[in-house]
């Protein structure tokens, strides 16, 4: 079956400092990968995904994730932390399947301290 | 322009109730989806519905019965409100025809409380 690990409950980074936030999968067939972002009492914003083609994959707000085959890893990282980028993350893996179909992990929650 | 939008934002209600939340979609999109965010903040798909016919259907009390006018609309309807209802409920919506791994887009949620 089909799972997400996100290993960290939470990640605190100083301003400024680069930041990563570790996702892991498990998938049978080619990945799916997707991060999102969800902001306090706010819906989940899309983020960026892997789907086929370049390891390292670019986002919104200067995030980008290396998809690394071997590791079966989807790590986000960003080079300089901002304060506004304390939120929730969540790694998501579609299932296998004509659905679409997410699974997430359990959400990383993210501080940035000034 | 709200791409997904739910109504209400916050239900509260009495056990036993029942109720409803509404979800909408201007993306053109062909698939909708419900996911339940608990206290924990864990996300899990619920239902989906594609072109109005129901795809996913998780492991859900049948107090639970999503339904699809169109293909725009997807509402939630719940029976018999328990204590254990109690969550974030957000709407989601995808492509699917057309293309593969296309990004859901989520609705603001509806965070229902029962007493």
């Known amino acids: 079956a089909q799972s997400v690990a996100q290993p960290e409950d939470q990640v605190n980074v100083a301003e400024g400092n680069p930041l990563t936030v570790k996702c892991t999968y498990s998938?049978?067939?080619?990945?799916?990968l997707f991060w999102y972002v969800q902001y306090p009492n706010r819906g989940l914003q899309f983020l960026l995904k892997?789907?086929?083609?370049?390891?390292l994959v670019k986002g919104s707000y200067g995030f980008e994730a290396e998809f690394n085959k071997s590791q079966t890893s989807f790590h986000l990282k960003k080079p300089s932390a901002l304060v506004s980028d304390s939120a929730l993350y969540f790694c998501a893996v579609r299932e296998t399947g004509g659905y679409n179909k997410l699974i997430f992990g359990a959400g990383t929650r993210l501080a940035v301290h000034p | 322009d709200t791409a997904v939008s739910q109504t209400p934002k916050y239900l509260v209600t009495q056990m036993g109730n029942d109720k409803s939340i509404k979800c909408e979609q201007n993306?053109?999109?062909?698939?909708m989806y419900w996911y339940k965010q608990d206290s924990k903040k864990f996300l899990k798909i619920m239902f989906s519905?594609?072109?109005?016919?129901?795809?996913i259907n998780e492991t859900v009390p049948n107090r639970f019965s999503p339904k699809s006018p169109d293909k725009a609309h997807l509402n939630l309807h719940i029976n018999s409100l328990e204590l254990g209802d109690s969550a974030v409920y957000f709407c989601?919506?995808?492509?699917?025809?057309?293309?593969?791994?296309?990004?859901?887009?989520f609705g603001p949620g509806t965070r229902l409380t029962v007493l």
């Open positions: 998938v049978s067939g080619n990945p799916y």
């Open positions: 989601a919506s995808s492509q699917i025809a057309g293309g593969v791994g296309n990004e859901q887009f």
């Open positions: 993306l053109g999109h062909d698939t």
């Open positions: 519905y594609n072109n109005k016919e129901l795809i």
């Open positions: 892997y789907i086929t083609g370049d390891n």
